[in-house]
């Protein structure tokens, strides 16, 4: 299996981890747009939730990022929903539902990618806050975005897989 046959198996286990969760916790189906990749390590969000997989398949080590990145405008609709409260900007009381629903989706997605032959371990989700931040990504992995449409906006995931290197032999 190549590196972009894993980045698409992680891909499509994000997503289909990702539904039941936004059914569920915001009440929305959440519609996948056309997948692309990504050029550049800033964001046109204003706050993103990042989980950091490492593991092993078929005895070698892998490293994944997980990124969940919101417009500040969808995001408050969301934590708005979820915590039962109108909010005007990304505060205390909200600034942590970003990595929650991170952390759900990707417990999720890794049940899923243990049955097929992953073993992963996971991070505690960070968050990154700000008009075009930046997101630093392991060195020559590819990464690809896939924007989602909800009923309280337009979100996106990244998703980036890439091999750890080997040691040179003596």
Request: glycine share 4%; charged share 20%; net charge negative.
């Amino acid at each position: 299996m190549t590196e972009n046959q894993h980045i698409i198996q992680f891909s499509k286990s994000l997503i289909t981890a990702s539904h039941p969760i936004f059914e569920t916790m915001f009440q929305t189906k959440i519609n996948p747009l056309k997948p692309k990749l990504k050029e550049s390590d800033k964001t046109d969000c204003d706050i993103s939730s990042i989980m950091n997989f490492s593991g092993i398949f078929q005895d070698k080590q892998f490293f994944s990022l997980f990124i969940l990145s919101w417009p500040k405008e969808t995001y408050l609709k969301m934590a708005s929903m979820l915590l039962g409260e109108e909010y005007s900007d990304i505060n205390e009381d909200n600034f942590d539902v970003c990595a929650e629903v991170n952390n759900m989706i990707a417990g999720n997605a890794k049940k899923e990618l243990a049955t097929l032959g992953y073993k992963i371990d996971m991070a505690i989700p960070s968050i990154i806050q700000g008009q075009g931040h930046k997101v630093s990504y392991p060195k020559s992995s590819d990464i690809i975005v896939i924007p989602f449409m909800s009923t309280y906006g337009e979100f996106s995931c990244e998703v980036c897989f890439t091999w750890a290197p080997t040691k040179a032999s003596s």
